[in-house]
């Protein structure tokens, strides 16, 4: 099922679009750590693990998606 993007409007594209950049820029990050590009501290933000950090960039990045195909 492919999204309509031109029956959305203003404020929700917005956050659609940006949740799939969000969502896309996590997993970038994520398969960067795996493949050794990065580590996984250089993520850690106040005491808790960069892993965790990452996953909540992706939850946050997913949250907006949905918010921004939410039908009326």
């Known amino acids: 099922m492919a999204y309509n993007f ?4 203003g404020l929700r594209k917005t956050l659609l679009l940006s949740g799939i950049a969000t969502l896309t820029l996590s997993l970038l990050l994520f398969f960067g750590c795996l493949i050794g590009l990065f580590e996984f501290e250089s993520f850690s933000l106040f005491g808790y693990s960069g892993l965790r950090s990452l996953a909540a960039i992706a939850i946050l990045g997913c949250l907006f998606a949905a918010i921004g195909s939410w039908d009326d």
């Not at 031109?6 to 409007?9: D, V």
């Open 6 to 9: 031109e029956k959305s409007m």
